[in-house]
């Protein structure tokens, strides 16, 4: 097998792989405790404009994964609304309440940026019974402004930016993610 074959099967891989891992990240608690969503876009863009992978299918599988899985977390919430709630750290769950009560339903177009509220946003509106019909719109809108506009964005950065100090510049605001995420909260 050659070159060409093993790029083919990074691809396949890649265009099973990446939806699951947005669907997982916006539909589960896993979302809460692993994001990395953001990291995922910007990368994936940053190698489509280094020429290893098409852009399409991939963006809209990369869309079909956030929604379905924003969706997942709508349903959860819904059907299993405050038995559920205990598994969200306390405050996270504050912090998601203060996003809705300070942005109502917009909210869903904001969430999707924010590691960790994105998997509670969606949860948050199914328990508190908001409305599917008004849901949907604004939560395909903010996954696809969020899943397109990163990984737009880390290709715009690709064309302009070695591979290399893309994926270092994403590791090293990663670590400063987890350092500020694991310091005690302030009152």
Do not use: C, N
Not at 55 to 84: E, M, N, Q, V
Not at 89 to 96: A, C, F, S
Not at 104 to 121: E, N, Q
Not at 165 to 176: F, V, Y
Request: glycine residues 16%.
């Amino acid at each position: 097998m050659g070159h060409a074959g093993a790029e083919d099967r990074l691809m396949e891989g890649l265009l099973f792989l990446a939806p699951l891992s947005l669907f997982l990240e916006t539909g589960l608690p896993i979302g809460l405790f692993v994001p990395g969503g953001d990291t995922l876009l910007l990368a994936l863009g940053a190698l489509a404009a280094e020429g290893g992978l098409e852009a399409f299918p991939l963006l809209p599988l990369l869309f079909l994964g956030s929604f379905l899985g924003h969706l997942l977390g709508y349903a959860l919430g819904r059907y299993g609304g405050k038995p559920l709630r205990k598994r969200f750290p306390e405050d996270l769950w504050k912090k998601g309440e203060r996003l809705l009560s300070r942005f109502g339903p917009l909210a869903l177009l904001l969430a999707p940026f924010v590691g960790g509220v994105r998997t509670l946003v969606p949860f948050l509106f199914g328990a508190l019974g908001y409305p599917l019909g008004r849901f949907l719109p604004l939560v395909a809108l903010g996954s696809l402004l969020w899943t397109q506009g990163l990984f737009l964005l880390g290709y715009f950065l690709g064309k302009h930016l070695p591979l290399w100090a893309i994926l270092g510049g994403l590791l090293l605001l990663g670590a400063l993610g987890l350092f500020f995420s694991r310091r005690p909260s302030r009152p």
